[in-house]
């Protein structure tokens, strides 16, 4: 059984810093990309970063030159640190895997883990 864990959200004044962390338990194939979503009231979840498991990276235009993700793959784990955090980047942060996974009708695909979500507020 696969299950996501973040830790790391809260409150924050505008300009501030969080790094949130997400770790992984039970087994996937190694090739997969980890990523960060969010979803603000009232609004789609939407991409806020991705990295793959050969370390490329992508980012939502909203958070390129503040956000950086990265990934330890010994600890199984995706973190996200947000720095120069802004009021619009309030949200529920998600941690996504997408991987692949054995196909009922053979071969694979694509399959997308979540957790929980963790609260980011950035507000004085």
């Known amino acids: 059984q696969v299950q996501l864990v973040e830790s790391g959200g809260g409150l924050v004044q505008p300009g501030g810093s969080l790094r949130l962390s997400c770790a992984r338990s039970?087994?996937?194939?190694?090739?997969?990309?980890m990523g960060w979503y969010r979803q603000a009231p009232g609004k789609q979840r939407e991409l806020v970063a991705a990295i793959t498991s050969a370390g490329n990276t992508n980012y939502a235009d909203s958070v390129k030159g503040r956000f950086t993700i990265s990934r330890d793959n010994a600890k199984n784990t995706v973190y996200l640190q947000m720095n120069s955090l802004k009021p619009e980047d309030t949200a529920v942060y998600y941690c996504n895997i997408n991987a692949l996974r054995p196909a009922s009708t053979g071969g694979f695909l694509r399959y997308d883990y979540w957790g929980q979500g963790t609260q980011v507020t950035v507000s004085s």
């Open positions: 039970g087994s996937i194939l190694s090739l997969n990309t």
